[in-house]
């Protein structure tokens, strides 16, 4: 099982950016889609942005030219670069499979909070 720590988040002002870091315990090659999913308080855990080997992206509508996901398989690790935050990005995020049927477990990943 390859274990995934997030880390980057903090506070934010609206407006402001945050990168964070999923850094993996193994190669995360053999996963083609790498994802990131936030919670936030009271919701259902939703993908926001996807990622594969080839370099393929996809985005959440609510997230779409603000947020941009990369990966270093190399490094074993992927990157989300948050930009122009707002108050609704404020959520727990984590990184993982982006194929749900895929995922073994969660890290505890990286609390967002964009306030003011």
Do not use: H
């Amino acid at each position: 099982q390859v274990r995934l720590v997030e880390s980057g988040g903090g506070l934010a002002p609206p407006g402001g950016s945050l990168r964070l870091s999923c850094a993996a315990s193994r190669s995360i090659f053999s996963i083609n889609s790498m994802g990131w999913y936030r919670q936030a308080p009271g919701k259902s855990r939703e993908l926001i942005a996807t990622i594969t080997n080839g370099g393929t992206t996809n985005y959440a509508d609510s997230v779409k030219g603000r947020f941009t996901i990369s990966r270093d398989n190399a490094n074993n690790t992927m990157y989300l670069q948050m930009n122009s935050l707002k108050p609704e990005d404020t959520a727990v995020y984590y990184c993982n499979n982006a194929n749900l049927w895929q995922v073994r477990s969660w890290g505890q990943g990286t609390q967002v909070t964009v306030s003011s």
